[in-house]
């Protein structure tokens, strides 16, 4: 049966098993949505752009296929391109699909017409534009690409006029497959063991890499066989159990301090899928601090951090490896680590008379059942949970954070609860995200999707605040709310209630949680604490 370019996409969309694509409309891409009508692929309409960009982020790290998203030209493209670029640095695969004029219009002086190859090219792996007779060959080259070590977003430039035309393709054998990753080098593996075996405090440091492995049990058995004393990296947290295992922190985030002064005595850093994206190495690493660094890339360093050894390669068979070494002995004293996470846990949870944000977190995690998944907003609050949030389980806590991208949080949860219908899912924002995505929760309302989005309220930008009082700079540019600004009990929809105290907290989080619709909670917090966290 005779079918358009347009279907053709969708029918490789559907052979990838892709479900969803992202996105906003245009009279460019008109076509390309018509094509997905009554095809496996639904289209998720959202109210910005980019939002369509973290929603497809979301889509491919719950479920490790590419997720899409598609923007009509020129704004609606650049809009697009923050959600790509979060996907790009936070290591996602997915397929990001632009509009553009037919091909008669290239090169002209025309309204909206930008390069968008250009403007994506710094954020993708790859870009490349539709044609006729190419459109499988070039969707299992983009899957591929993005699938790849290390993963990220592709940029597909869809002309109109070809998404049009009826299409000559077929699909043939059309199964991408990413090229697999390569054991480590044999050489390499017993000069790391050597290194290993002859440290006196070796410390393992668990990164984002990890996320892909699929190797969360070879790693516990590595560090559970041996006792030793771990950190991670925020987007990590959840493949190493917070309380059965010697867990000593999250690196570079609130009391980062306290986590450095358990570290500092280490002779030997054993990194396994550290991506420097989330935290420099020399951001903790002392100079001369030698580095076993285990990853699907090499690491990038500064000079003078140099890594002594590189397992590059399969990191879940070199954790296999690494599982087998067993008999090592070093000279931690394990039995410090008790008093130091109650040292931590009380840096993180001072005493005040009022509701603060380290309430709010820990009604959350009380109330949200372990299967619950959390995301999180860029902000202050951010490094207070991943340093307080005992995640439970690999993927429970999504968060931006090699991009680091304010707006993610309210996007991501509902993505997060499509995909996975059956878990419970909380978005925690502060007042800036939320203003930034507020329209989003129109979104959720329309999908009928039971998300709780929790709005830390403290009326500041309380980031930046405390870094203006720290160097002594005016608090300019950061009050969001004029003084008095009243709550609202309705938004595009959706229930708003107001907590003013951990006890109204927790009691309306328990019945949005219960609820089969979305739920705003307004947890107006007093962000006083913060000056000593951060």
């Known amino acids: 049966m005779p079918r358009s370019n347009a279907e053709a996409v969708v029918d490789a969309l559907e052979r990838v098993g892709i479900e969803y694509v992202f996105g906003y409309p245009?009279?460019?891409?008109?076509?390309?949505?018509?094509?997905m009508h009554g095809s496996r692929v639904r289209f998720i309409l959202v109210t910005h752009e980019g939002c369509a960009g973290f929603m497809a982020d979301v889509y491919g790290r719950l479920t490790g296929k590419p997720g899409a998203c598609l923007s009509t030209l020129g704004p609606g493209a650049t809009n697009l391109s923050t959600g790509v670029g979060n996907a790009y640095?936070?290591?996602?695969?997915?397929?990001?699909?632009?509009?553009?004029?037919?091909?008669?219009?290239t090169g002209r002086t025309v309204q909206m017409q930008i390069d968008h190859r250009q403007l994506f090219a710094p954020i993708t792996k790859w870009s490349a534009e539709l044609g006729s007779g190419s459109i499988y060959a070039t969707l299992a080259r983009a899957v591929e690409v993005a699938l790849a070590e290390r993963p990220g977003p592709v940029h597909l430039d869809f002309p109109e006029d070809v998404a049009e035309e009826m299409s000559a393709d077929t699909p043939g054998e059309f199964t991408p497959v990413p090229p697999a990753l390569a054991p480590c080098d044999e050489g390499a593996l017993k000069e790391a063991e050597a290194l290993i075996r002859g440290a006196r405090r070796p410390l393992v440091a668990v990164g984002l890499t990890m996320n892909r492995a699929g190797a969360t049990a070879e790693l516990c058995r590595f560090i559970e066989r041996n006792r030793l004393p771990v950190i991670s990296t925020?987007?990590?947290?959840g493949h190493v159990d917070d309380e059965s295992l010697p867990f000593v922190g999250v690196v570079g985030r609130a009391r980062r301090d306290l986590v450095a002064e358990y570290c500092r005595p280490a002779d030997l850093v054993i990194a396994v899928g550290y991506d420097p994206v989330e935290f420099n190495y020399e951001e903790w690493v002392r100079p001369g601090l030698p580095i076993v660094h285990v990853d699907t890339a090499p690491a990038d360093i500064a000079p003078g951090h140099s890594p002594v050894c590189?397992?590059?390669g399969d990191v879940g068979r070199t954790l296999a490896w690494l599982g087998d070494l067993g008999g090592l002995s070093h000279q931690w004293d394990l039995s410090a680590l008790d008093g130091h996470r109650d040292n931590l846990r009380r840096g993180l949870t001072p005493d005040c008379g009022g509701f603060a944000p380290h309430h709010a977190v820990q009604a959350m995690r009380d109330v949200l059942p372990d299967n619950g998944l959390i995301t999180v907003d860029v902000g202050a609050h951010t490094h207070l949970i991943a340093q307080l949030w005992e995640t439970r389980g690999p993927r429970n806590l999504l968060v931006s954070n090699g991009w680091s991208s304010m707006g993610f949080a309210i996007p991501a949860a509902i993505a997060a609860r499509l995909v996975e219908p059956d878990r419970p899912v909380v978005a925690c924002t502060g007042d800036g995200g939320y203003l930034m995505m507020a329209g989003e929760i129109s979104t959720a309302?329309?999908?009928q999707l039971p998300v709780v989005f929790v709005v830390l309220r403290d009326n500041y930008l309380s980031l930046i605040r405390v870094k203006q009082r720290r160097r002594g700079f005016h608090e300019d540019g950061v009050e969001l709310f004029a003084a008095g600004c009243p709550s609202s009990d309705r938004l595009f929809g959706a229930r708003v209630e107001v907590a003013v105290t951990e006890e109204q907290f927790r009691e309306t989080l328990r019945a949005g949680l219960a609820g089969t619709e979305p739920l705003v909670i307004e947890a107006v917090v007093d962000p006083a604490e913060y000056d000593g966290i951060l």
Do not use: H, S, Y
């Not at 925020?234 to 947290?237: C, I, L, T």
């Open 89 to 105: 640095l936070d290591r996602v695969p997915m397929l990001a699909f632009t509009a553009k004029m037919g091909r008669r219009w």
């Open 445 to 447: 309302v329309r999908l």
């Open 234 to 237: 925020m987007m990590a947290k």
């Open 26 to 35: 245009g009279g460019q891409n008109a076509c390309f949505i018509e094509a």
């Open 310 to 312: 590189q397992l590059v």
